[in-house]
């Protein structure tokens, strides 16, 4: 395994758990809250709350499930590939009886399917939380860690294609022309199509990847080189993260929960925001998203030849900057136009730019403190933080929205982003400034 040089190939498909995931997410914050107050007529402070309800769940499941990742004794498909087949197996099966119940609520109202809907997404988002931690600490596992940012580069471009492709499946299936009007929606063909390009993704990922072999070649490796860790250890097979370093992970991870409440209520209330405000549907708010992930993906390259020339942190501060100031300017644009437009398409794609300067550098600067065999509990923390944030942020947008008005959103979001800005400042590790290198391979030596 060379330290100098990424295999590209391999990290596109180690990154195929990640585009499952992200397909997912994307859809149940598009589609859930239409069922939830559409369907079941539920207020926005309630319909939040069980929004929230995967957040609170991945506080507990993510750290969960990346310890017991990180202590399961390496089998036939490694440590972290039979999280990722069981938990996908699961939810593909779980997420197909949601619009069984909302279709047959919609036909006849029953406290019965309510309550086995709730059930069910409560099993599906348990299913959701047995693999995020593996899927995402699969990378790290085999990755030399001066190549980790570059890694997570194209680990969030698989993510992004995820969050595109439904995107693309939204606009097209469900045009405002084609649901406007209508009693109840069947998105029963989009569960289904949805499910199956994760299905298609695990199985492309175990046929192609042997994760022991990669992970035991990088944990060698790594062994070769101590001078990149930043944990000292103590000689009992626990790290201990030195006083400095610990208090700027400390300001990191309250970065990271500040500016996942500002995004998260942007993508889980933006469908309904956009239909109450501006009488557009799931495929006009799916196109304003589709643009915003178009927006991150031309974005990484050049985010990693600026991160290369100013560092990680400073760019990640110039995203919190951008990405506040598109929200309020997102907020102007939805009350001063009735009908989505080419100008809302520059607005979302620079929104697309700023998250992507944001969640390119961040996961890396927190697994990068810990050894190799810690890789899944500190994706745990990262996780932790930011599901901690959206825990809070689903029902208090809701509640802010349903007392002020839905125009809050916006400047809602934009001032817990700009938060992040402040908290940022004290994070002082985790940053190197390199030369100058081009396209993806300004990513290749971002990390400590």
């Known amino acids: 395994m060379d330290p100098n040089k990424l295999n590209n190939k391999r990290t596109i498909l180690v990154g195929l758990a990640f585009l499952s995931i992200s397909a997912f997410w994307q859809m149940y914050d598009g589609v859930v809250p239409k069922i939830l107050t559409k369907t079941f007529e539920m207020n926005e402070t309630l319909t939040g709350v069980i929004m929230a309800a995967d957040n609170v769940l991945a506080l507990f499941l993510l750290p969960l499930f990346g310890g017991l990742s990180d202590r399961t004794k390496p089998g036939r498909l490694g440590r972290r590939t039979p999280y990722i087949l069981a938990g996908t197996a699961l939810a593909v099966i779980l997420m197909n009886i949601l619009?069984?119940?909302?279709?047959?609520?919609?036909?006849?109202a029953a406290p019965f399917k309510f309550a086995s809907f709730v059930v069910v997404l409560g099993l599906?988002?348990?299913?959701?939380?047995?693999?995020?931690?593996p899927a995402v600490a699969l990378m790290p596992d085999v990755t030399p860690k001066p190549l980790?940012?570059?890694g997570n580069a194209i680990i969030n471009l698989m993510g992004a294609v995820g969050g595109i492709i439904y995107l693309i499946l939204a606009a097209v299936m469900y045009p405002n022309s084609k649901v406007q009007g209508l009693d109840h929606v069947n998105y029963q063909p989009l569960f289904l199509i949805v499910s199956g390009i994760m299905a298609v993704a695990v199985i492309?990922?175990?046929?192609?990847?042997?994760?022991p072999k990669l992970a035991?070649?990088?944990?060698?490796?790594?062994?070769?080189?101590?001078?990149?860790?930043?944990?000292?250890?103590?000689?009992?097979?626990?790290?201990?993260?030195?006083?400095?370093?610990?208090?700027?992970?400390?300001?990191?991870?309250?970065?990271?929960?500040?500016?996942?409440?500002?995004?998260?209520?942007v993508t889980t209330w933006f469908t309904t925001y956009i239909d109450e405000v501006m009488g557009q549907g799931l495929g006009g708010a799916s196109t304003c998203l589709m643009v915003a992930t178009a927006g991150a993906i031309v974005s990484y390259i050049p985010i990693g030849i600026i991160a290369s020339k100013i560092g990680?942190?400073?760019?990640?501060?110039?995203?919190?900057?951008?990405?506040?100031?598109?929200?309020?300017?997102?907020?102007?644009?939805?009350?001063?136009?009735h009908s989505i437009n080419a100008v809302m398409f520059v607005a979302f794609a620079a929104v697309g730019l700023a998250w992507a300067a944001i969640n390119v550098n961040s996961l890396p600067m927190v697994v990068e403190m810990c050894k190799g065999s810690d890789v899944g509990k500190f994706t745990g923390y990262y996780y932790t933080a930011s599901m901690a944030a959206q825990v809070i942020t689903p029902a208090l947008a809701g509640t802010l929205m349903r007392a002020i008005g839905y125009r809050v959103l916006?400047?809602?979001?934009?001032f817990f982003v700009a938060c992040s800005f402040v908290t940022m400042h004290f994070?002082?590790?985790g940053d190197v400034k390199v030369k100058a290198k081009k396209g993806l391979e300004a990513f290749e030596d971002m990390d400590d």
């Open 216 to 265: 035991a070649d990088n944990q060698a490796l790594e062994a070769q080189h101590p001078e990149w860790n930043l944990a000292e250890d103590d000689g009992s097979g626990n790290e201990e993260l030195p006083a400095p370093v610990k208090r700027s992970l400390g300001f990191l991870l309250a970065s990271i929960a500040l500016w996942f409440i500002g995004y998260n209520g």
């Open 410 to 414: 916006f400047p809602y979001a934009a």
């Open 124 to 133: 599906l988002l348990i299913a959701m939380g047995i693999y995020r931690s």
């Open 99 to 108: 619009p069984i119940l909302d279709n047959g609520y919609a036909a006849e």
């Open 312 to 337: 990680r942190k400073k760019t990640i501060q110039a995203g919190i900057i951008l990405l506040a100031v598109m929200f309020l300017l997102g907020g102007i644009l939805t009350m001063v136009f």
């Open 204 to 211: 492309v990922l175990l046929v192609t990847i042997r994760e």
């Open 427 to 429: 994070v002082k590790h």
């Open 148 to 150: 980790r940012s570059k």
